[in-house]
């Protein structure tokens, strides 16, 4: 069984250009999430989905940072304009359903340099 | 400081030897979790302890969780090169689906 996709894995651009990532998490898993991780650094949910339906987007700042999930399965995480701080591993995970019981399947990550 | 705060930041052993590492946390939690993550991938998931449960085994690792700290703690033992990542706990929030990472501790063992 595919484990979650992500891609790319490196992507290098500009400040203020936009960028995307793409997530397609493992099949049947109702619920996928987004994270961000900084250099040496823990975790930072910026996104969860139930579904197509964004159930947890506190974290994501809305300026400039936006997600979708159609139909429920792949998402797609876009920056734009990007800016130097948005440097980091963007880790997409996904996990069969809410429950905090269930363990959460990570893909490789995607990391972003901006310069 | 931040919930699932992970000690010692870096530890570096010999092979064979045991490791050590620690979690606090702050709120109360539904169960907390240990995952692996290897340079430059993804985090993989080692086990889950849950709120009621003080002490967990897989393998060569041994979790214990005290909720009365607020801590916990995983035990790798007879530890190998491979073994060599950054090891991050998170916990869950009582009530909550919110799932919060603490910094990790990057593991370096020596062959």
């Known amino acids: 069984e595919a484990g979650v996709v992500q891609s790319p894995r490196y992507k290098i651009i500009e400040k203020k250009q936009p960028v995307a990532f793409w997530c397609n998490p493992i099949?049947?898993?109702?619920?996928l999430y987004w994270y961000r991780q900084n250099l040496g650094q823990g975790l930072e949910l910026l996104i969860r989905?139930?579904?197509?339906?964004?159930?947890?987007d506190s974290q994501l700042p809305k300026d400039r940072f936006s997600a979708e999930r159609l139909k429920g399965v792949d998402s797609t995480l876009k920056i734009q304009p990007a800016e130097l701080g948005d440097s980091a591993v963007y880790l997409c995970?996904?996990?069969?359903?809410?429950?905090?019981?269930?363990?959460?399947?990570f893909g490789p990550g995607t990391r972003l340099l901006v310069l | 400081s931040q919930q699932g705060e992970e000690d010692p930041q870096a530890l570096s052993i010999q092979e064979g030897e045991n490791a050590t590492m620690n979690c606090s946390y702050k709120?109360?939690?539904?169960?907390l979790q240990w995952y692996r993550q290897n340079s430059g991938r993804g985090l993989v998931h080692l086990i889950l302890?849950?709120?009621?449960?003080r002490e967990k085994h897989s393998g060569r690792l041994r979790v214990t969780l005290d909720t009365s700290k607020k801590s916990s703690s995983l035990l790798i033992t007879a530890s190998r090169a491979a073994d060599t990542a950054s090891y991050f706990c998170?916990?869950?929030?009582?009530?909550?689906?919110?799932?919060?990472f603490g910094t990790g501790t990057r593991l370096k063992v020596l062959a």
């Open positions: 302890i849950r709120s009621n449960e």
């Open positions: 989905y139930e579904n197509e339906e964004a159930v947890d």
């Open positions: 099949s049947g898993h109702n619920t």
């Open positions: 709120t109360s939690i539904n169960n």
């Open positions: 998170a916990t869950t929030v009582s009530g909550t689906y919110k799932y919060i």
């Open positions: 995970a996904s996990s069969l359903d809410a429950d905090t019981q269930e363990t959460q399947y």
